[in-house]
């Protein structure tokens, strides 16, 4: 796929810079009331769908559960704005965040990889 990545993040309208990436789907499932790890590593730009049951995308100011600063609930269909921003050619910077399942869920990872 072809986007250029501060359209893709929304720090940009207009097309300026669109670059070539490699689109990779996960399909995730879990269990209801479970945490999916809270992380901020990827070399990838990143946004989730949610397909069945209910979630949460959260965002954390440290790797600690109780400085939870964004809670996006995440109905059957609902996929949110990346998290995401552009830090440089092919760097991106990612706050502390989880997927968290209220419900048992399927959820699907879309990522675009350089």
């Known amino acids: 796929v072809s986007t250029d990545p501060l359209v893709f993040t929304n720090e940009r309208v207009a097309p300026g810079s669109p670059q070539t990436f490699t689109l990779k789907l996960n399909l995730w499932w879990s269990p209801g009331d479970t945490d999916c790890f809270i992380h901020n590593e990827h070399r990838f730009l990143e946004t989730h769908t949610q397909i069945h049951g209910s979630g949460r995308m959260q965002k954390f100011r440290l790797r600690d559960e109780t400085t939870i ?18 830090t440089g ?20 990872a879309v990522e675009l990889h350089p």
Do not use: I, Q
């Not at 600063?69 to 059957?76: A, F, G, S």
């Open 69 to 86: 600063y964004e809670d996006v609930v995440m109905p059957v269909g609902y996929s949110h704005d990346p998290f995401c921003r552009v």
């Open 89 to 108: 050619k092919n760097e991106w910077t990612y706050p502390w965040h989880r997927y968290y399942a209220d419900t048992d869920s399927v959820w699907l």
